[in-house]
């Protein structure tokens, strides 16, 4: 079995070839190569250095006959430009998002149309496909049967894909399936250009010593899913077999992995718990519109029923949430930073 | 002000073509050019004699800087691949349909960044968005909240458009409104690709004295749009102000023309009632699993509020809808074909 993770070496790249170089199997069938496929790669690296793994590097469009070269059984496709990045500049979202998709999925239907496999391609959707229209408030409950109104460049490229994956799954060129991320904190690291990368800064950087910037008022309502739980949920929803009853993957509809419902507040109310007065006063707040109006289309409470019949549970407080991150990185406190 | 219509030697585009004629107005404002772009022209023919009239022959995306030589106030983007062709070749529809529509956005949203007015872009798309998946059935009524789940690849198509119109009108680069079309009949002339092609030519080919076959079951019911509501209807989102209230659209979610609910065997009833036995049993019933398939994906019920909030009412009866029929094409029936 061929695996192939695009965005390989970003965040949840790595995590997700971790897991699957733990048990070196997926869905019950060895793995004989893991190929890592990023713009931006580090060879040496865990979990690169792995004796199954493969490195392809470059830009996914002009990569795809290396990725394809050899059978591929499963593309997990992580790789997109992030929401902020997209807003700003329209044409590298559809290029990053849709057109490499697109590209991606015309290969995977080359091989199925050739010599087979027809590639099992599991893809990274968004919470963001959600949003309010005017005519169309957001309900107060989201689930799959919830129309998406994406109110960012980012959320309607991530649509746009997501319908262009049903339509290739329906025509039997690849097995697609669909998973919508939730805002994935705590992310390690230095901030990205997500909107939501604030969510993850406002907890780490103050635990690293640092002041961090909260860009929305401390009432809005997030949904989160920790980087552990949102790898299990692609894992799973990768493996599922097709079809009707617990366990199982029916339909073509996108599964929304499970949300934590959070706010902002309740979360700086656990950074204070966990480290203290000093370390959660680094955190200054001031409202930046443009990130709240996006941060804040975003819906935060799920129906999370699709999720809980694959087995998929959200985290279970963000106090889990926040020692997850703690016990996976164990270097994320500054000395001075705890009292 | 200078209209464009795509697809403007079409069927529908020269019905529109002809209505915005009569008035040779748009929204109370004088029209100077009307532009007919399409692959396929008829310079002489009304409405392409008219001295208003411009033509552009050819592909639309080799086309665009003609179309766009002088400003836009308004596009109607009719030009399409039917059903029945984008299901055959997934490639030509993603073309035709996904990858022109998007060079037509950025040609207007190009004029809109330099020399302005930002233009108004009147997509038609199709109540083929809709469809069921094992997951999720359609729901009994549709309305505009209900989830569109394409199964065709038409469908999916004409859906990502709608998308990319609504984000790109977020953005300010067009003025984007789009109509769902219901099924258009009775169409005059001769067959075409689309699937639902056969519910006009169960009607116009036994009133002009020929055989007919109709690829379905007559218990399936069908959601129809005479030609004059349809483009009525195109010409009211065109025209309607923005903001909230009667007569105005509302937020950028799409309207779903109104549509008449009507069964294939009333249809064909009601034909026996028009034009005798004999004609009607020209009419042999054939179902064809492709056709049924993708037509029966249909939804045929329709919850028209956001339509009648525009002053849009579906056609009374599928008898009005063939007198219309009848009155419009008076060399419709064949002399031996009536009794």
């Given at each position: 079995?061929r695996v192939v993770?695009t ?25 004989e190569r893991l190929v890592l496929a ?16 493969d490195v392809v590097h470059g830009?996914l469009t002009d990569r795809l006959d290396e990725v394809f070269a050899e059978p591929v059984d499963?593309v ?27 590209a991606l999925?015309?290969a995977a239907?080359a091989q199925?149309?050739t010599t087979g496999p027809?590639p ?220």
């Amino acid at each position: 079995m061929r695996v192939v993770i695009t965005g390989g070496f970003g965040f949840l790249g790595r995590r997700l070839a971790a897991a699957l170089l733990r048990t070196r199997t997926f869905g019950g069938t060895p793995i004989e190569r893991l190929v890592l496929a990023d713009r931006a790669v580090e060879p040496g690296a865990p979990p690169a250095a792995d004796p199954l793994v493969d490195v392809v590097h470059g830009d996914l469009t002009d990569r795809l006959d290396e990725v394809f070269a050899e059978p591929v059984d499963v593309v997990f496709h992580l790789a997109a430009a992030v929401s902020a990045e997209c807003e700003a500049d329209v044409d590298l979202g559809m290029y990053a998002n849709v057109d490499t998709t697109r590209a991606l999925l015309d290969a995977a239907r080359a091989q199925s149309a050739t010599t087979g496999p027809t590639p099992r391609v599991v893809f990274s959707s968004s919470l963001a496909v959600y949003g309010s229209d005017p005519a169309l408030p957001v309900p107060p409950v989201i689930d799959e049967s919830t129309l998406p109104l994406p109110r960012s460049s980012y959320g309607t490229q991530k649509l746009v894909c997501e319908h262009l994956i049903a339509d290739y799954t329906r025509h039997g060129f690849v097995d697609g399936r669909v998973a919508r991320l939730m805002t994935v904190a705590v992310r390690p690291g230095t901030p990205n250009a997500a909107a939501s990368g604030f969510l993850s800064g406002i907890i780490r950087e103050p635990l690293a010593g640092l002041g961090a910037v909260c860009p929305v008022r401390p009432g809005l309502q997030v949904a989160l899913s920790s980087p552990r739980r949102t790898v299990h949920g692609l894992l799973r929803i990768a493996e599922a077999e097709r079809g009707k009853g617990p366990g199982r993957l029916e339909g073509q509809v996108p599964v929304n992995l499970p949300a934590l419902t959070v706010s902002v507040a309740e979360m700086l109310r656990t950074l204070r718990e966990v480290a203290g007065e000093a370390v959660a006063d680094r955190v200054t707040i001031a409202p930046d519109p443009a990130v709240e109006t996006m941060v804040g289309s975003w819906p935060a409470v799920f129906d999370n029923r699709r999720a809980a019949a694959l087995g998929l549970a959200p985290d279970a407080s963000f106090l889990s949430l926040v020692q997850d991150y703690l016990a996976d990185h164990p270097n994320a406190v500054a000395l001075d930073a705890s009292e």
